[in-house]
Every structure is written in structure tokens, then in C-alpha cells.
């Protein structure tokens, strides 16, 4: 069996410390969560935690990163390549949309901890509006600005003002279909599995583009 190096052995600590954080915040939150149960969960020693993050703030922005950028830049790749495909006309809103909800989906039905991200979702959602407002502006602000700026060009006639609200109202919907599975169990008397959560995501697309192009 090969012996680890050093560098191995310095990323799977961090790594192992990322996931115990995750895990915890899944459960408790910020402000419940203590380094002490995440030493304990990761089963390291706080010199690790604060050798690798340096505080608690730190430690739940690389859980956030560790999240969300993959499922962004897979988002942002998509875009780009529709914004050549279509080029200088502008992209459809079905695809823009598509290029926005299939990756959280596909990432979620992809992973064998998909309901941990389901959990992540749910408990951001819930943390105090500071918490929120630093993670959009850091991690969602290009993302936003990207998405609502092609809705822009395949939508003219809507002002301003009304697309940031459809666009508002569509994520709203993404975030609450994806973090209320239970629910659909509930509706549909079937039980939720990985594989379903493609054709969610798909027929999620196909729902959001008819209300987001409604006439006025």
C-alpha cells in the first residue's frame, strides 16, 4: 500500500474538517456549531482547525465554497457556452434556465451525500439575514448578475424592476423545490430517491420558463 505524502495528508485533514463542519451546520447551524464539536466530529485537535481556517468564520466560508462554487462554475460554463452557440442573438429563456437549475439538481442527484446538500440549502435559508447577505454577495452576486443580464436581452420588454422579480420569484422556486423532497413525498405517496431529482430538475425548468414569460 502506498504511504500518503505529506501534502495528502495536510488536504484529507482539511478536507475531513470540512465535512465535519458541514455536517454540524447541517444540523445546528452557525452560531450552534462550536469548533469543539467539530474537532470531536473530524477527529482532530484545534490546532488543526485553526492551522488550516483560523476561526470559525473562516471554517463555514470553506464549507460554503466547498458547496456551491463546483455547482457555479458549472453554471457559468453552461451559460458561456450558450452565450457563443447564440451569438449576437440573444440566448433562449429556457436555456438560460436550464443553464441556472439542472446543475444544483444534477449535483444533488449525482452525490451520495445528496441529502446533506439538500440540508446545507435548507439551513442557509434559515440562518440570520447577515449570514445570508455575506454568502449572496460573495459566492452569488457574478452568478446573479450574469443570469439576469442574458434574461435581459431575450426578455426587452420587461422592465427592470419586473425582471428582478420574475427572476426572484424563479429562484425562490428552485430553492424551495429542492430543499422540500418530504413534501413531495407526501403529494406524490413515493419515496424519494437520487434519480428522480434529474426529472425534477428538468420539468423545475419548464414550470419556471412559463411563468417567467407570462405576459404582463
Known amino acids: 500500500m502506498p504511504q500518503l505524502t505529506q501534502t495528502t495528508k495536510v488536504d484529507l485533514t482539511r478536507h475531513r474538517i470540512i465535512e465535519a463542519a458541514e455536517e454540524i451546520f447541517a444540523l445546528k447551524g452557525f452560531r450552534a456549531m462550536t469548533l469543539r464539536d467539530v474537532t470531536h466530529t473530524a477527529k482532530v485537535n484545534l490546532a488543526a482547525v485553526n492551522y488550516h481556517f483560523g476561526s470559525k468564520a473562516k471554517l463555514m466560508n470553506a464549507v460554503i465554497q466547498h458547496r456551491f462554487v463546483p455547482i457555479n462554475e458549472e453554471r457559468m460554463r453552461r451559460l458561456n457556452q ?8 440573444p440566448i433562449p429563456v429556457s436555456d438560460i434556465f436550464a443553464a441556472l437549475i439542472e446543475p444544483l439538481y444534477e449535483q444533488a442527484a449525482q ?3 445528496s441529502n446533506q ?3 446545507v440549502i435548507a439551513r442557509c ?5 447577515d449570514f445570508m447577505r455575506t454568502m449572496c454577495k460573495e459566492y452569488f452576486s457574478e452568478l446573479c448578475t450574469a443570469f439576469t443580464s442574458e434574461l435581459k436581452r431575450s426578455c426587452p420588454d420587461l422592465s427592470e424592476d419586473e425582471l428582478h422579480h420574475r427572476f426572484f420569484f424563479s429562484v425562490s422556486t428552485m ?8 413534501r ?17 430538475g428538468q ?10 414569460e407570462q405576459n404582463n
Do not use: D, M, W
Open 203 to 212: 420539468r423545475l425548468v419548464r414550470y419556471v420558463v412559463a411563468g417567467f
Open 82 to 89: 450558450l452565450t457563443q452557440k447564440h451569438h449576437p442573438a
Open 111 to 113: 452525490s451520495s451525500h
Open 125 to 129: 435559508l434559515t440562518e440570520p439575514a
Open 184 to 200: 413531495l413525498e407526501h403529494i406524490s405517496g413515493k419515496p424519494h430517491t437520487n434519480e428522480h431529482l434529474n426529472v425534477i
Open 175 to 182: 430553492l424551495g423545490s429542492i430543499i422540500e423532497q418530504t
Open 117 to 119: 446538500l439538500i440540508r
